[in-house]
Each structure stands twice: as structure tokens, then as C-alpha cells.
């Protein structure tokens, strides 16, 4: 599930890459047809990019909080939350002296 949505964004933000160039493609061909100043086309491409990046950074952030909301309605921790378990009982065998190790070997 989750290598699926980190395929569908990649996908999306590869549209949207795809996108810019095209639209970088159309303002040069508007500069050499001489229907749009150079300068114009910069500051409009400017503009777009802009926009662009903060339309990626939105949806990314969309889709992870997407994802972690989904991780946790079907109740599967994160890295993070396995990790700090780990550490709390490596903390607890070792204040009991490696007890806990002994009984389940």
C-alpha cells in the first residue's frame, strides 16, 4: 500500500515537472516568435515555478499525512515508534540484569 502511494506521488509530481518544461518550451517559442518579451517570459516562468513548487510541497505533504493517517487506522506503527519500544525494553532488561533475555532464550 504505502510503495503504491509513494508510486501515485512520484507519478504526480512527475506531471507536474513534465508540466514546467512544456510550459518553459511554449513562453521560448512565444520569445522567438517575438509575441512576449524575454524578460516578460522570465518573470512569468518565474511565477509558475514558484507556484509549482509550493503545488509539489503541498501535495506531498497531503499524501504523507494521508498515509500516516492510514497506518494508523489499520494499526501498523511507524519506524520511529518501533525504534523507541526497542530502546524502553533494552532500558528494562538491563535494569533487570538481563533477566528477561535468560527466560526467553
Not at 46 to 53: D, E, G, L, T, V
Not at 84 to 105: F, P, Q, R, T, V
Request: hydrophobic share 45%; glycine share 8%; aromatic share 2%.
Amino acid at each position: 500500500m504505502i510503495d503504491t502511494l509513494r508510486k501515485l506521488l512520484l507519478a504526480g509530481l512527475g506531471a507536474l515537472d513534465m508540466t514546467e518544461e512544456k510550459a518553459k518550451a511554449f513562453f521560448a517559442d512565444l520569445v522567438a516568435r517575438g509575441e512576449l518579451s524575454e524578460k516578460d517570459a522570465k518573470e512569468v516562468i518565474a511565477s509558475w515555478s514558484k507556484r509549482a513548487a509550493e503545488q509539489r510541497d503541498h501535495l506531498q505533504k497531503d499524501v504523507e499525512q494521508a498515509v500516516h493517517g492510514a497506518l494508523g487506522k489499520m494499526g501498523i506503527a511507524r519506524q520511529a515508534e518501533i525504534d523507541a519500544l526497542k530502546a524502553k525494553i533494552a532500558d528494562l532488561e538491563s535494569k533487570l540484569g538481563g533477566k528477561n533475555s535468560e527466560k526467553s532464550a
